[in-house]
């Protein structure tokens, strides 16, 4: 079996990690929200001033295999600040391609980004989950995370460009 390694993402992944959004989307049954393009993560990710940070989970083949190393899920964060607790650590998106998942990918994805948030003195780690995705809640748990849904009773909103536009006028 091949092995696993979890690395911070370069430009060159870009396609990658694109395509894996696209597929993300799909999963969830949100592909028309699907709007970026690989330009765009080029810029937002990777120039002066980056606006997220992203890891990927890359397959290393086994010696004599001819494919050289692939991506096969990704793991994208940004920081935040809670007015309560200072730095947070906030994960966008955690994506493993289906014929890699049950192998601990997600998990060693979750994993280094804890490792990122107390290296950056973070105080909170947090994401979100759809409510019909059992497995990634029961996964979250597992590795300690609370529901704050279940726990403190919070919602989450968002504004949306009209919204916003609307706001702004």
Same mark, same amino acid.
């Given at each position: 079996m091949a092995s696993t390694r979890i690395r911070e993402a370069k430009e060159r992944d870009c396609g990658d990690i694109l395509r894996m959004i696209r597929e993300l989307a799909e999963f969830e049954k949100l592909s028309h929200q699907v !709007?970026?393009? &690989?330009? /765009? $993560?080029?810029?937002?990710?990777?120039?002066?001033?980056p606006s997220f940070h992203c890891l990927v989970a890359e397959v290393i083949p086994t010696p004599g295999e001819l494919q050289g190393p692939?991506?096969?899920?990704?793991?994208?964060y940004y920081f935040i600040y809670s007015t309560w607790k200072g730095r947070n650590i906030y994960l966008e998106d955690i994506y493993v391609m289906p014929q890699y998942r049950g192998q601990g990918i997600g998990t060693?994805?979750?994993? !280094?980004?804890? &490792?990122v /948030? $107390?290296?950056?003195?973070?105080?909170?780690?947090r994401l979100a989950v759809l409510d019909w995705n059992k497995k990634a809640m029961d996964l979250y748990k597992?590795?300690?995370?609370?529901?704050?849904?279940?726990?403190?009773?919070?919602?989450?909103?968002?504004?949306?460009?009209a919204a916003m536009r609307q706001l702004a006028e």
């Open positions: !709007k970026i393009s &690989e330009e /765009a $993560l080029r810029a937002d990710g990777f120039g002066e001033n692939r991506v096969v899920g990704f793991g994208l060693k994805i979750i994993k !280094k980004v804890a &490792e /948030a $107390l290296h950056k003195g973070c105080s909170q780690f597992s590795l300690g995370a609370q529901d704050l849904t279940e726990l403190e009773g919070w919602h989450s909103f968002r504004f949306e460009e």
